[in-house]
């Protein structure tokens, strides 16, 4: 039995000295260990009462970056992957993590997938909490791998509740190397209006994890190893990163590659059609 969520908590990540804010809905644990990556640290998690309380009340109008994390990861280390996603990309505004409960296993994909759908409700609830506050500006979201497949749920449902209104206040919407089943994929977006164009597509035809999760799936295509063109059919704005990676998994470059970093940013900072000017830049550079 998956242990139930718990009331959100803020969690102090800080690098020389800055601390911000690290949230969605946690799962019940034991009192997190000191942890660090690099130069980041995890110190403490504070709970809070309400996701309100997790937006500084000063900051008003500032956007949000929620990042869901993917596969076989604990929620140290997507606390710590979002302060670095966040630091790399140099956002300005509150920065959130959303933790559903993953095994961290490497045998246990099954039981991820599972959990990650079973959160989608979770991350919905986070989503209209944000929009409904008055101190939020736009909320961006960076979804990898399962985590793509859990936001996709949430945002049908927020779009099924919201209409355009959602569209409005959401900015951009990265899914990074996502692991969903390609036909489900272009199913959710004809049923999320207007939110499908805030979504921009990472992929790599040289990741061997997707590879993994597709021969699981029977051989069905997953949407981070699709081609370029499938997706662009649907509409999709993609980046195609096959030639960015030199590692033997290659799904996490969107940490690790200071192009895609760049994309990243210049998808929060700038209007939608800016996005694959700056992709174009960084690899014709190369």
Do not use: C
């Amino acid at each position: 039995m998956r242990p139930a969520p718990a009331a959100p908590a803020a969690a102090a990540v800080t690098r020389n000295l800055r601390r911000f804010p690290a949230s969605g809905p946690l799962l019940s644990r034991p009192p997190v260990r000191p942890v660090g990556l690099a130069d980041w640290n995890l110190e403490k998690i504070e709970p809070v009462a309400q996701i309100g309380d997790l937006i500084d009340p000063t900051a008003g109008g500032h956007d949000v970056l929620i990042y869901v994390h993917g596969y076989n990861t604990t929620f140290e280390t997507a606390a710590l992957d979002a302060a670095r996603l966040s630091d790399g990309v140099k956002f300005v505004g509150e920065t959130m993590v959303f933790s559903w409960p993953s095994r961290a296993g490497l045998l246990d994909y099954g039981y991820d997938r599972e959990s990650a759908m079973w959160s989608r409700d979770a991350l919905q609830q986070l989503l209209d909490g944000l929009i409904a506050s008055p101190i939020v500006g736009h909320v961006h979201i960076v979804a990898h791998s399962i985590g793509t497949m859990l936001t996709m749920e949430a945002l049908r449902q927020l779009y099924a509740q919201l209409g355009d209104e959602a569209a409005n206040r959401v900015g951009a919407v990265v899914f990074a190397s996502p692991d969903i089943d390609l036909d489900g994929f272009s199913s959710s977006v004809q049923r999320i209006g207007h939110l499908a164009r805030k979504i921009i597509v990472v992929t790599a035809a040289n990741d061997r994890a997707l590879a993994v999760s597709r021969w699981m799936a029977g051989g069905i295509t997953r949407v981070g190893a699709a081609e370029t063109a499938q997706l662009e059919r649907m509409g999709m704005r993609v980046i195609d990163a096959s030639r960015q990676g030199w590692g033997i998994i290659n799904h996490d470059l969107f940490l690790s590659n200071a192009q895609l970093r760049n994309v990243i940013r210049g998808a929060l900072d700038e209007p939608a059609g800016a996005l694959l000017n700056v992709w174009a830049a960084s690899t014709n550079s190369r």
